[in-house]
């Protein structure tokens, strides 16, 4: 039962990350290879915070966001005036140079090494031990990006968003700062990540560079293909197949190793036949095909 709940806390954090980075990709339409190094920056700052200064969960969440929001203007800031596959490339440039930033500054991050003892969430008197705490936790989580994403989606600044997404140029024709809403849409996502990675190093404990690579970026961004983009369910979806049924080769006797390379080919296998006969996902509405 613990393995079953330690599986479904994991989709509950990647569900986060799908739903945070469907509101970049399916809402306004650009595809980002940095979401694992936002990811990364909630889980550093978190732990760095917990570890070295003693602060509580909340305050390296609070923490994790903020500076998530500060690198995100940095790099939204020249890499949004870019588009299509020029944008994909500078957010890939960004992925691998935080990459190397979390695995060779030794005197912060320990390196390779990672950062071991990151105390569990302790929220107003409420210790977050068992399996059963941190899956109520991480569903609380996941709610609350949903509801962002989906207020967001739904206002006047989400309508401009998907005018973007539609037709930039006409959507600057019509007076509207195509610039300023793009950041800040990249700025909720990345601070959304940003939770999702500091609830990920409390839970597992320990935290090193490996879990935030270009891999990463690219389980995330298959989750929102194929649980389907622009959808209020799609990225909840996509999670949990990518998370969950991978796991069912665990079941049937299988060697780790063998198992974990077929994850990888079950991974791509099914990111191709979802792009090449239903290019909107499972039950999305934006369609990739275009």
Same mark, same amino acid.
């Not at 899956?135 to 509801?147: C, P, R, T, V």
């Not at 539609?166 to 950041?183: I, P, S, W």
């Not at 298959?222 to 622009?230: H, N």
């Given at each position: 039962?613990?393995?079953?709940?330690?599986?479904?806390?994991?989709?509950?954090?990647?569900a986060?990350?799908?739903?945070?980075?469907?509101?970049?990709v399916?809402?306004?339409?650009?595809?980002?290879?940095?979401?694992?190094?936002?990811?990364?920056?909630?889980?550093?700052?978190?732990?760095?915070?917990?570890?070295?200064?003693?602060?509580?969960?909340?305050v390296?969440?609070?923490?994790?966001m903020?500076?998530?929001?500060?690198?995100?203007?940095?790099?939204?800031?020249?890499? $949004?005036? @870019?588009?299509?596959?020029?944008?994909?490339? *500078?957010? #890939?440039?960004?992925?691998? !140079?935080?990459? =190397?930033? +979390?695995?060779?500054?030794?005197?912060l991050?320990r390196?390779?090494?990672?950062?071991?003892g990151?105390?569990?969430?302790?929220?107003?008197?409420?210790?977050?031990?068992?399996?059963?705490?941190f $899956?109520? @936790?991480?569903?609380?989580?996941?709610?609350? *990006?949903? #509801?962002v994403?989906?207020? !967001?989606?739904? =206002?006047? +600044?989400?309508?401009?968003?998907h005018?973007?997404?539609?037709?930039?140029?006409?959507?600057?024709?019509?007076?509207?700062?195509?610039?300023?809403?793009?950041?800040t849409?990249?700025?909720?996502?990345?601070? @959304?990540?940003?939770?999702?990675?500091?609830?990920?190093?409390?839970?597992?404990?320990? !935290?090193?560079?490996?879990? +935030?690579?270009?891999?990463?970026?690219?389980?995330?961004i298959?989750?929102?293909?194929?649980?389907?983009?622009?959808s209020?369910?799609?990225?909840?979806?996509?999670a949990?197949?990518?998370?969950?049924?991978?796991?069912?080769?665990?079941?049937?006797?299988?060697?780790s190793?063998?198992?974990?390379?077929?994850?990888?080919?079950f991974?791509?296998?099914?990111?191709?036949?979802?792009?090449?006969?239903?290019?909107?996902g499972?039950?999305?509405?934006?369609?990739?095909?275009?």
């Open positions: 039962m613990e393995y079953l709940t330690h599986i479904m806390i994991l989709a509950m954090i990647y986060i990350l799908a739903i945070s980075l469907d509101l970049l399916g809402r306004t339409g650009f595809l980002s290879i940095a979401h694992a190094a936002f990811y990364g920056l909630g889980a550093y700052t978190s732990a760095l915070l917990a570890v070295k200064c003693g602060a509580g969960f909340l390296g969440v609070l923490a994790g903020g500076f998530a929001c500060v690198v995100s203007f940095v790099v939204s800031l020249p890499s $949004l005036r @870019l588009h299509d596959d020029y944008f994909v490339i *500078a957010t #890939f440039g960004f992925q691998m !140079i935080l990459f =190397s930033i +979390f695995n060779n500054w030794m005197n991050t390196g390779p090494l990672g950062i071991p990151i105390p569990h969430p302790a929220i107003f008197g409420w210790q977050v031990n068992s399996h059963w705490d $899956l109520l @936790l991480a569903g609380i989580f996941a709610a609350f *990006a949903y #509801f994403v989906h207020r !967001i989606s739904s =206002s006047p +600044f989400g309508r401009v968003l005018a973007i997404r539609e037709d930039e140029v006409f959507a600057k024709a019509l007076g509207k700062n195509t610039l300023r809403f793009k950041v849409a990249f700025a909720v996502s990345a601070a @959304l990540a940003a939770t999702a990675g500091s609830l990920y190093a409390h839970y597992i404990s320990y !935290i090193d560079p490996t879990s +935030f690579t270009v891999m990463e970026s690219i389980l995330v298959s989750m929102v293909i194929i649980g389907g983009a622009d209020a369910w799609g990225p909840l979806i996509g949990v197949v990518l998370v969950a049924l991978p796991e069912a080769l665990r079941l049937v006797g299988m060697p190793s063998v198992a974990a390379n077929l994850r990888q080919i991974y791509g296998a099914l990111l191709v036949v979802m792009m090449m006969f239903r290019s909107r499972l039950v999305g509405r934006y369609s990739f095909g275009r």
